[in-house]
């Protein structure tokens, strides 16, 4: 058995000396804190405590515990201990809840971080184990989006000026292909996708609005991360993900100027779950609130110089779970997309795992 990070032990120690001392005079057990902290069950409080095997708690989670262990008003004014509302803490309550927050996210952090980036082993994403296929599917354009060449009639037509996110397109089609060179490995515009594009493994490319079947297997699936209208942003759809607490939170870009034309950063979203048509191969999704966003997801697997890193970082949060998903910050320079590197702090802006002890 390999020796436990002190890190990790230092943040399971600190999460049952609160459960345990925080008030010495009531006793929670982790069945009540469990309930407390929405419902989850008693083992997983028992895992984050653990002192021979820890497991690292999600981010959402850290919050409730500083928000339940920031106010004795948890366990004093019901039968059940219970979380305060947050907009409820008085200013001493407040203080206290900061601090706690501060204190757990970075236990947390340091926990999350191996003594060695190379103690974790880097994925490999898009490489399949099994025979495939792989379809990905992007949007067609509008005629009115497109130029003469898209059109048919076109002595000189080509189909391929009628998709959308063609860059992450080619990118992703040759990275696929590379990693598999024994499967199939299809590309497709939504319009033309029929049903046996669908039960292998599938990767959409692109947001919703030209994309039906985007928006049909995105339902499908338990991701918290929604892509809705919004009329701040007139060039693409925002995204809005759910937090544990049950709020919202949105994600818009990033402009350089005030008539929003020249985008410095944009979000973009990358998720791989089950195959809700066929769950013994893969969904994934890159997209973005524009094109940039869905190269920056594409690019941070594919781009040579960021890709071990960034499959690192998927390993390290994501080891046990089968679904995952990650919003991004894409940086645009000079009209260029950058590579989202997820080490570096700020650049991930928000991840959800399908494995609920995380």
Not at 23 to 44: F, Y
């Amino acid at each position: 058995m390999q020796p436990v990070p002190p890190s990790s032990l230092q943040l399971a120690q600190r999460l049952r000396h609160l459960r345990e001392r925080q008030w010495p005079d009531v006793r929670i057990t982790q069945e009540a804190l469990a309930r407390a902290l929405g419902g989850i069950a008693a083992a997983t409080i028992s895992s984050w405590e653990s002192p021979t095997a820890p497991k690292v708690p999600p981010r959402d989670r850290m919050l409730l515990y500083a928000r339940f262990f920031a106010t004795r008003r948890s366990v004093e004014e019901e039968s059940e201990p219970r979380l305060v509302p947050l907009e409820s803490l008085i200013e001493e309550e407040r203080a206290a809840y900061q601090a706690l927050e501060a204190e757990l996210l970075g236990l947390r952090e340091a926990a999350r971080k191996p003594s060695s980036s190379e103690t974790i082993t880097a994925r490999r994403s898009w490489h399949f184990a099994d025979s495939g296929p792989a379809t990905l599917v992007c949007a067609q354009l509008p005629e009115v989006e497109t130029a003469s060449l898209a059109n048919p009639a076109d002595p000189n037509y080509t189909e391929l000026l009628s998709f959308a996110d063609l860059d992450a397109l080619v990118e992703l089609h040759g990275h696929i292909r590379a990693e598999n060179p024994t499967m199939d490995v299809f590309y497709k515009a939504a319009p033309n996708v029929v049903p046996d594009d669908l039960s292998g493994h599938v990767i959409l490319l692109g947001g919703i609005a030209w994309n039906e079947i985007t928006k049909r297997l995105s339902a499908m699936t338990p991701l918290p991360v929604r892509q809705v209208a919004d009329p701040s942003v007139e060039t693409g759809e925002i995204f809005v993900a759910a937090a544990a607490d049950g709020k919202e939170t949105t994600f818009l870009p990033l402009w350089g100027d005030a008539a929003n034309t020249n985008l410095v950063e944009d979000v973009g979203f990358l998720a791989r779950v089950p195959n809700p048509l066929n769950s013994g191969r893969t969904l994934t999704i890159c997209n973005g609130i524009h094109s940039r966003g869905v190269l920056g997801a594409v690019r941070s697997l594919t781009d040579a110089r960021l890709r071990d890193r960034n499959e690192r970082y998927i390993s390290a949060n994501f080891s046990t779970a089968d679904s995952f998903a990650i919003l991004m910050r894409v940086p645009v320079i000079e009209g260029q997309t950058m590579t989202p590197d997820f080490t570096i702090s700020g650049r991930v802006l928000y991840q959800w795992s399908g494995d609920p002890g995380r």
